[in-house]
């Protein structure tokens, strides 16, 4: 098989267009050894996209919640040089593990956290936290960044990327912000134990207004929370006191009805209540130093993330939280796997028990070490993201598991990761290439076309098209397949355009014009556009269109002249209809038997039937004059043609 290479027209290459780093591309430490994983998906259309592929495992399909999985995988934490390659950034993808929209190119390939919809001012927007420039980014449903906000501490600095969240109708946004402090040597023996001077980071809380981002509360940890409640003690705390020893390690913020804030401590192992009045600890949940609340069942918790808020009644409040129950230092699992868990708090009683739990799907042993989070969905299902290799999975509301997936690739993984109903439909046009391949003889035309986060794409029509663009020949139709889909016709199509088309018939989108290089053909990466030639594969067809035309045209013009010249013969002989100069059949050229006729009728009467004869002939004379054709009267074409012409297939 011969396969020559393809290019599009008007798109510009991928490595020329600003934030896309092909596969090929190498960072400036070197090339990435990840390119050809198998475990990442590849697309013609859009080579520039390394999306990782899944593996689902769905065990009640019917019992799954509606929605799109929102995600930001991520290889190391700290990826300022070391781009992704396509694989790094914001990321949604079908129920079925089918990527639906990919970030990588919009965010240059840099790590993403929190990645979700959220309620802004009481606008849904995609929003996130962009590690890379210490912002957080609002985005409407076509992909378009529409704001850049500083997440960080009131001074200006201490970005900290666990936390953009917003309460109060979307009107107030949460963040978690670092600073650093230096404890005297009486401080830190107190503490810790150790005799010398410790610096320390300190996590606060701060809030800000949605509408003109203006700061309206602040926390800070060190002046709240000891450093003995700290368990991140490690046998190298004079290394840790040198640097910034993170001794709380605040990883998520929420807000109650009162105004009062839920803070969580990963390094203590404990979850606050901060009181909005004065910046107090209303209570403590969990805790090496010990819980303010009685543990029903005695249970436990440790190096747990996204705390919530989940609502309250006449007796309990509730919060959700994930029991990571083991971290990546030295402490031993407080749980033999982790676990989401929705408790309930008597907060009149000071009385904790567990409400509902639902347990990481390889059970004993399945330890979320880093992060992860929980979600409940709106049929009551609870989506639960377990981090490593983006393990993320779907329980009922009684625990049954759903449905599993995992990264095929194990080097991923991801902060947290959300399950969203959604309506994506970009700004840009759909993307597509071309190529020619010659098997057993015969000329074949693939174009493989994707849509960048369009979610309501049902169908893709290709047309073979001029130059120009018009008109437009349907030669493929088919369903969308993933996120790439394969149009085909049999034949060298040199121009080519795809149309999106909804469920109901609708076109969403088209793309522009595509030019499919031939056989043995290279094509200039600045390719203008030609004039009609011997090249373009639909010249005869335009030279025939023309050529009939004029032909046609002439001898119209001839026909209407010597009409004219008949029917207003004056002296030089009776006047004759048309139906006598066109038809031999039913209405006849006077002749013989019109003479005979004039012998015994008189000249009179034959006049009178001429003239009567003409009124009918002229109302036929008009309709042929205006070329009117037959309804139903077909042209020899099976295809469906657009822009106005005919259009056949040669």
Known sequence: MRTTTFHNLLLLPAVLRPGIFLASATPKNGPKVHDDDNGLFSFRSRPD???PKWEVEVYDQAALAPGYWFFGPYETLNMDDSLGNGWIGPHIYAQDGSL???????????????????????????????????????????FQVKDRKMANGPSGGGFNSHEFHFVENGTRALVVYGEGRS??????????????TCKVACDGIHEREVKGWKSTWEWNSCDHIGLEQSSYKVDYLNNQCSGKWDYI?????????????LYSGRHTNSIYKISHANGTVLWRLGGTSGSNFTHRDDFTFSRQHDVRYRGANATHTFISFLDNAKGLDANEPTHPFSRGL?????????????????????????????RGNYQPLDNGN??????????????????KMLMQARLRVDWLG??????????????????????????????KTNVFVSWNGATEVNSYKLFRTRASGHPLMLVDSQTKQGFETTLSYEGYAKYAVVKALHANGTVLGQTKLIRIAGLNETIPEEDPQPPVSMEDPYWYSDIGFFLGAGALFAICAAAVVLITRRLRRGAGGPRRSLLDLLSRGRYQRLGEGDRELQDREGKESLMGRTRRRGSDDDVFAERFS??????????????EVEGGEEFRRR
């Open 249 to 261: 390690h605040a990883n998520s913020i929420d807000k109650t009805p009162e105004g009062d804030y």
């Open 414 to 443: 991801t902060y947290r990761a959300y399950k969203f109903e959604f309506e994506g439909t970009p700004a840009d046009p759909p993307d597509a290439v071309g190529e020619v391949v010659e098997e057993d003889g015969r000329v």
């Open 626 to 639: 205006l070329g009117e054709e037959s309804e139903g009267e077909g042209r020899g074409s099976d295809v």
């Open 382 to 399: 609870v989506f639960m993201c377990w981090s490593e290799r983006a393990l993320q999975s779907e329980h009922t509301k009684e625990g």
């Open 342 to 370: 929705l408790i309930a708090l008597d907060e009149k009683n000071m009385q904790a028990e567990i409400a509902a739990h639902y347990d990481h799907p390889d059970g004993e042993g399945g330890l979320a070490f880093r």
């Open 100 to 142: 639906v929209w990919s970030g990588a190119a919009l965010f240059d390939n840099g790590n993403i956290e929190d990645f979700r919809l959220s309620n802004v001012d009481g606008v849904e927007m995609m929003t996130l936290m962009d590690q890379r420039h210490s912002k957080g980014v609002f985005m409407d449903k076509h």
């Open 49 to 51: 996209l390394r999306a």
């Open 183 to 196: 404890f005297s040597k009486e401080e830190a023996k107190k503490a810790l134990g150790f005799g010398e």
